[in-house]
């Protein structure tokens, strides 16, 4: 689960990390009183999931309240496209609007998970503000990398290593020891994949604060952290992969248009492959699981249903502990409860699949038994739909 800013920077404040004075905006009749509470300079940042909205002219300096109104209304309500939306855009639903600051430097700091050491790694960098992938291609030395054993936690070594990387002599130690401290209690309690501060800046006094933040939190954990999925925000482009969560269901969007609705995942796997074998592209990976209730086949048509992309849907089951003549009930009531207008091919096999083809037939669908038949037939109705035809 990725955070907003404002949200990231809502729990670094909990944790006592320095961030500068903000305000959100999400209607351009609240945006007067924080400019004019900061004294009419300030800087506009458009919320949004994705990164590089600085480059994408998401992040404007007002000098004056005209230009943060300015600002505001070029912002607002608008898709901002960065190298992260894929083309698309993201709509700008909120702003955050923070006081102008004045700094001696901008670094790079972040907690994240090495997959290789199996630890939390702290990662900084003395060029901050710009993408640390740049960084890594550009200066990979510039970035230093410290490991921490999860058993033991952060040390006073691992900040002196840090430090000292910075070549500051001793001017901030206190502050640096402070929020690297803090940052790691808030990885940790609060189940974080990645904390990053871009930049984080040094100030007149030496001290350091979080001028940009960005957080992931693991969404295995969320459980424990109702707080949080209350406040989620969540692109247009991801709202089937939410909504098949909380049903529990397993579902990643693609970019095709051949929906798929599969039980196990690696059946899924394998109908993707055949799929894309026979040149078509899946629209995304669904495994309704074990279960035999046929409201999950119900609740899995309805979230592929949401799809506009969408020209032909594939409904492949080897029937195991989830029984074929459960998934055609469950066919049937999704079809009285909702009329699906695309074309629909479905492989069937395995227990009950005797008494699952009946229900079908009852409803003027039939299904194939092999999966090689029935993807060959899935590509004619494929063609015709593109023809215009069912």
């Known amino acids: 689960m990725k955070l ?3 949200q990231a920077k809502q729990l670094l404040k909990e944790y006592h990390i320095p961030v500068p004075e903000g305000f959100v905006v999400k209607e351009l009749s609240m945006l007067s009183q924080p400019v004019q509470h900061l004294g009419g300079k300030c800087v506009v940042k458009a919320q949004i999931l994705a990164g590089g909205r600085g480059k994408a002219g998401g992040v404007r300096l007002a000098g004056t309240p005209k230009e943060a109104e300015e600002a505001a209304k070029a912002l607002l309500g608008k898709p901002l496209e960065t190298y992260q939306t894929a083309g698309k855009g993201e709509t700008v639903h909120s702003l955050l609007v923070e006081e102008q600051l004045v700094f001696q430097k901008e670094i790079y700091f972040s907690i994240t998970y090495d997959r290789e050491t199996q630890t939390p790694v702290l990662m900084l960098s003395a060029r901050g503000g710009v993408e640390i992938e ?3 291609l550009e200066d990979p030395e510039s970035i230093k990398k410290v490991r921490v054993n999860p058993l033991t936690g952060i040390q006073e070594h691992h900040i002196r290593e840090l430090f000292l990387f910075l070549e500051r002599g001793k001017e901030g130690y206190r502050s640096f020891t402070d929020l690297v401290t ?4 808030l990885y940790v309690e609060r ?3 990645m904390v990053e501060i871009n930049p984080l800046v040094i100030l007149s006094d030496d001290s350091f604060l979080a001028l940009d933040a960005k957080m992931i939190i693991d969404d295995n954990a969320l459980f424990r952290h109702e707080d949080l999925v209350k406040i989620r925000s969540v692109p247009d482009d991801e709202l089937q992969e939410v909504h098949a969560r909380e049903k529990g269901l397993s579902f990643v969007k693609m970019d095709g248009d051949v929906a798929c ?6 059946l899924a796997m394998a109908t993707m492959d055949m799929i894309k074998h026979y040149g078509m592209e899946p629209a995304n990976f669904l495994d309704i699981g074990g279960s035999s209730n046929p409201q999950k086949v119900i609740e899995a048509l309805d979230i592929i249903m949401r799809n506009p992309k969408i020209k032909v849907i594939f409904i492949n089951v080897f029937g195991g502990i989830t029984r ?3 998934v055609a009930n469950g066919f049937k009531k999704a079809l009285s409860q909702r009329p699906i207008d695309r074309p629909i091919v479905m492989r069937l096999t395995g227990t009950n699949e ?3 083809r009946e229900i079908l037939e009852s409803i003027g669908y039939d299904a194939f038994s092999d999966l090689r038949e029935a993807v060959i037939h899935l590509k004619e109705v494929y063609q015709r739909s593109q023809r215009g035809g069912m």
């Open 4 to 6: 907003l800013e404002y």
């Open 134 to 136: 740049e960084t890594a």
């Open 182 to 185: 803090n940052l790691y209690r």
């Open 191 to 193: 189940d974080a994949a």
């Open 261 to 266: 609705m599969v039980n196990g995942a690696g």
């Open 324 to 326: 074929c003549d459960d």
């Open 354 to 356: 005797k008494e699952g």
